[in-house]
């Protein structure tokens, strides 16, 4: 009998050809999309789930509460280690500290510096009882490796980067930023991709013991850096509330006693939360909201019951034309049970094939998808938890396609089934299909003004004014180290003698940067006030280089330490203070240390990305803090430019890797996800419109043939064919209408949620719904005007002799 | 065989009401070759229709080999039908998508024949019917007259006691309809009961007993010597 099913299922497909290919096109679309936004978000939940201790591990992390907001920091002060251990015995607590940008010095035979490598991430100090709580595979040593200073443990890839093999690393030495010697005591199995560990260069604690300063490291409770994270590992069936009420009177124990301007409590932030939190940063490279997920996992399923709408719409619309077959085989004994099996088996055999042509798709887009989803880890359709997924999404579409129409067909009556009296009205899909195509055009319409204005944010993002100049700004990273400072006056002397540099800036940060350095103060001789204020050290060009404007006062004097302050206008704002001469000559005290002068008032520019609001800002002088330099280069000849402080640099500095970014594409760098997420919608959004209309085709043409009588009649009455095509497009019209009312609502209240996460936004303006309706039905109408004006301009004889 | 006694049916819309059968009572013993005629709207149709379970009747009493069958569900009348009775239509409705052998075949699919005796006895019939060297063709690529006799071998594939021919002849020519009315003629020899509709009194002088109606009654029966 299933044989059966299948051979007339196979036979009825390559039948009806036409409507064949738009429902296999349209589901083949439908699941690909669904299936690779599917995998996409199960790769970002699988977030270290590979762990085995993952339900229960958190990361210890800080609120600061102050008077009018509250402050996330994903580290802890590096004091409160020892106190947390003392304190909560039964909890295995494990520390590491990152840092960014460090350069690997490898002794190399024919090189007589040695190859240098810049390790921009995953470079870490770490602590061994960071593996009581993370569990890894060790190809090499263990965790025991890491208990004295100066050994280093490198993943299996690094170690190999670095000397040929992980086999040929045990043992050697490397040298960081030049001054620590370290040597290979352990290889770590390459941790996965999904990991907000990225563990590649693996540093003994002890050895920051050794070097704190070098590294800003500070062993005090005052300071609280998110590169520095703990870990825990809770014993089995502990209650996290109830560590939390005990973290809660631990803060309140450790820092009532200390002084503070603001309420600091620890918390517990769950591993399966780390990757989730976007208050909180982690080491991987980036966070993803979960509301992020949830929106792409919708689009998946909007785009794929669009699909199904269209089957829907097409099947019962073509069971008119299969009536006949129906009644034939209740005649010869089928019942009604056979007939729907026999009908969902016709759906489950196009699904199967549309299945088969989306892995194909699916195949040939995932490279792509990973490259807009910054996907590191090598992924595959054919794993066994993917593929029982797209069965998952085969069963799931079968269902939801085929019920209807198996509905439906089955329960014809078979005389009128026989007779071929099933007329489009008699199915009583009619209302139905209307109902479908109006959900179809509501999320095309929803996705089309998500896609306008999520790139209309993109667009208000690149072209703000940021308040600094940041093209043709070529920023070098370096080590702050004193044999850097030494050479770095004669090194900015040689750079200005370049043809195509402006100026040249010594800084510990570029205007506008992710980077939060902030501490407590106080202005005037005042108490310390209830906000912090955020600090830049630079030279006395930073002004020059990056285009900033003085409102009032002056620019500071060159000091290799800190003897003047400016702030900027957001800082003036939180103080009070109108006239921004006012503050020139008083004073402002950093953390509890010394007073300095405030020489000038910046005017306000962009501290960081436009999500946050402008933080209150010093900027000062002092050159141990100094590790970038800035080059504002001539616009003209840059790649000649570059390559001319390359050599410079070069002959500077041969010890230290040259690493040079443009400043205008790091910012570029802070909206990544936004851009990638409005990318997302925009192929997404396409394809949506790409269904619907495939949909709408197959309804016109279904139509055209049903209505080849009446258009008939009407011409040989003297219907005109713009009269004709009304008839066609008419109704869709008044569909896509009626789906406008409920799109545009729903898009507002979506694209209004997602643009509060910035600070600066651009308006949601009534051009984008405008748009999304006039599109939504010159995309219907062009599609319907095909089939259309054909219907419309055939012999009205040939069509009443058809009859 | 058959027996129906008052049997009514009526169609009703919003506005009229349409009696089709009215009152009517027919007996058909096992073996006749029975033909009703009357003109178009007279009810011949319905009738068959209930006769072959496809439709139920309002009121009145349907006995099937003395079983009362108007108040079956579609799944009992579904059941007696496949076992019981073959039909055969003016526009043979023969599935597109099926060939001759698979159109043949699906009457012993839906009783659950396994596939080694369907096959037999598919062949059985279509030598029968001589369209054997038809078996892979599909339904299009047929003439009429061959379209009929594949729906002919369809409908006593599965032996059944009863055949319903609904104007069996009416979209073939002369020398094809006379080749159908023999097959059928053949088939009621061989001991199958057949009630045949038709508007052909040439068709209708094959059969033993003709059944004329009007307005949903019988109004004559002519025994045919």
């Known amino acids: 009998m299933f044989k059966n099913y299948l051979k007339t299922a196979w036979r009825s497909i390559v039948r009806n050809k036409a409507f064949s290919l738009i429902n296999i096109t349209g589901l083949s679309i439908g699941i690909a999309a669904s299936m690779l936004l599917f995998i996409v978000v199960q790769y970002e939940l699988s977030y270290d789930t590979f762990q085995p201790d993952y339900d229960r591990i958190h990361r210890v992390v800080t609120q600061d509460k102050f008077d009018k907001d509250i402050t996330y920091n994903s580290g802890i002060p590096v004091a409160a280690l020892e106190a947390l251990r003392a304190e909560f015995p039964n909890i295995q607590f494990g520390a590491l500290r990152s840092i960014y940008g460090s350069q690997v010095t490898v002794p190399s035979a024919g090189n007589e510096t040695g190859n240098k490598f810049i390790q921009e991430t995953g470079i870490f100090f770490l602590e061994p009882q960071l593996f009581n709580v993370f569990q890894y595979n060790w190809l090499a040593g263990g965790p025991t490796s890491l208990n004295d200073p100066n050994n280093v443990v490198l993943d299996e890839k690094t170690a190999g980067k670095y000397f040929g ?7 050697k030495t490397i040298t960081l930023d030049n001054a620590i010697p370290l040597k290979v005591n352990g290889i770590l199995k390459n941790v996965p991709a999904n990991s907000d560990l990225p563990l590649e260069v693996l540093i003994s604690y002890k050895t920051l013991k050794q070097h704190g300063p070098s590294y800003n490291h500070n062993e005090n409770w005052n300071s609280t850096s998110s590169n520095y994270n703990i870990f825990a590992l809770l014993p089995p069936q502990a ?7 005990a973290l809660l009177r631990f803060s309140n124990k450790q820092y009532e006693s200390r002084g503070r301007n603001s309420i600091k409590t ?10 989730f939190d976007r208050r909180f940063e982690s080491f991987g490279d980036h966070v993803t909201s979960k509301t992020t997920l949830v929106t792409l996992s919708l689009i998946g399923l909007f785009i794929i019951l669009m699909a199904c709408v269209n089957f829907i719409n097409l099947s019962t619309a073509l069971s008119v034309n ?13 019942n009604r049970g056979q007939l729907f099996t026999q009908i969902m088996s016709e759906t489950a055999v196009i ?30 359709l054919f794993t066994p938890k993917i593929l029982g997924m797209i069965a998952g999404i085969g069963i799931g579409v079968t269902l939801l396609a085929g019920l209807y129409p198996s509905f439906v067909m089955s329960k014809f009556n078979p005389i009128n089934a026989l007779k071929n009296k099933m007329v489009s009205a008699s199915v009583r899909g009619v209302s139905l299909r209307r109902s479908l195509v109006i959900m179809q055009f509501t999320i095309s319409q929803v996705l089309i003004i998500a896609t306008a204005v999520a790139v209309s944010q993109m667009n208000y993002i690149s072209k703000a004014d940021l308040g600094f100049n940041k093209e043709s700004v070529l920023v070098l990273s370096g080590n702050g180290d004193s044999t850097f400072r030494s050479k770095q006056t004669a090194f900015k002397q040689q750079l200005m003698q370049a043809p195509g540099v402006q100026s040249v800036s010594f800084t510990s940060d570029v205007p506008s940067s992710g980077n939060v350095w902030a501490t407590n103060f106080a202005y005037n001789n005042q108490p310390d006030e209830k906000f912090q204020v955020t600090l830049k050290f630079a030279d006395v060009d930073y002004i020059k280089t990056f285009g900033l404007q003085l409102l009032a006062g002056r620019n500071l004097t060159e000091s290799d330490t ?6 900027n206008e957001t800082l003036l704002k939180k103080l009070g203070i109108k006239n921004a001469n006012d503050v020139i000559g008083k004073t402002i005290r950093l953390g509890q240390g010394q007073s300095y002068p405030i020489v000038g008032v910046l005017k306000d520019f962009k501290t960081n990305s436009l999500r946050e609001e402008i933080k209150p800002l010093m900027i000062s002088t002092r050159r141990s803090f100094y590790s970038l330099t800035a080059i504002k280069l001539r616009t003209h000849q840059l790649a000649q430019t570059q390559a001319a402080v390359q050599k410079i640099w070069d002959r500077f500095y041969p010890e230290y890797a040259y690493t040079a970014s443009y400043f205008d594409e790091d910012i570029a760098e802070f909206y990544q996800q936004e851009e990638q997420l409005s990318l997302l919608y925009k192929i997404f959004a396409g394809l949506a419109i790409f269904i619907s209309c495939l949909g709408l085709y197959g309804l016109v043409s279904f139509m055209a043939v049903q209505k080849t009588k009446e258009v008939g009649i009407r011409k040989v009455l003297g219907a005109s064919v713009s009269s004709l095509l009304q008839l066609f497009s008419k109704e869709f019209t008044v569909l896509i209408i009626i789906s406008f009312f409920i799109a545009g609502p729903v898009a507002w209240y979506l694209m209004h949620s997602w643009l509060k996460n910035f600070v600066y936004r651009a308006p949601l303006s009534g051009w984008f719904f405008i748009s999304a309706i006039v599109g939504s039905i010159l995309i219907a109408w062009i599609t319907v005007g095909y089939k259309a004006i054909r219907a419309a301009l055939a012999n009205p004889v040939k069509a009443l002799r058809s009859e | 065989m058959i027996k129906i006694r008052d049997l009514e049916k009526i169609y009703r819309t919003e506005e009229v009401e349409t009696v089709a059968l ?8 096992e073996g006749e070759f029975v033909a009703i005629m009357g003109p178009s709207g007279c009810g011949k149709s319905t009738l068959l229709n209930i006769l072959g379970l496809l439709d139920d009747p309002d009121t009145g009493s349907f006995l099937f080999n003395n079983i009362e069958v108007a108040n ?39 009783t659950g024949v396994k596939s080694v005796d369907r096959k037999k006895r598919v062949e059985e019939v279509l030598d029968k019917m001589q369209i054997m060297h038809r078996r892979n063709h599909y339904p299009q690529q047929l003439s009429g007259g061959q379209q009929q006799r594949v729906a002919v071998a369809r409908a006593v594939v599965n032996n059944p006691k009863l055949i319903l021919a609904d104007e069996p002849t009416g979209n073939l020519d002369s020398s094809n309809g006379n080749e159908v009315m023999t097959l059928l003629t053949d088939l009621n020899e061989q001991g199958t009961t057949i009630i045949m509709v038709t508007h052909s009194e040439h068709d209708a002088r094959y059969s033993h007993r003709i059944i004329r109606m009007l307005d949903g009654q019988t109004v004559l029966e002519n025994i045919m010597v």
Request: charged content about 20%.
């Open chain 1, 266 to 275: 620890h918390f517990l932030q769950p591993l399966g939360m780390v990757h």
């Open chain 1, 322 to 334: 299969r009536s006949r077959e129906v009644g034939i085989r209740k005649v010869l004994g089928s």
């Open chain 1, 562 to 567: 800190t003897k003047e302050a400016i702030l």
């Open chain 2, 22 to 29: 009215n009152k009517i009572s027919i007996d058909v013993k």
């Open chain 1, 165 to 171: 093999s992980w086999q040929q690393a045990m043992g």
């Open chain 1, 239 to 245: 209650k996290t509330a109830s560590i939390n009420n």
């Open chain 2, 72 to 110: 079956f569900n579609e799944r009992k009348r579904a059941e007696l039908r496949k076992h019981n009775i073959g039909f055969v239509f003016q526009s043979f409705n023969l599935i597109d998508e099926l060939t001759v052998f698979e159109n043949v075949e699906l009457p012993l699919i839906y």
């Open chain 1, 351 to 380: 699904v199967g094939i549309s299945v088969i042509v989306a892995l194909g798709i699916g195949y040939l887009s995932l490279p792509y998808i990973k490259h807009i989803a910054s996907i590191q880890e090598p992924l595959s």
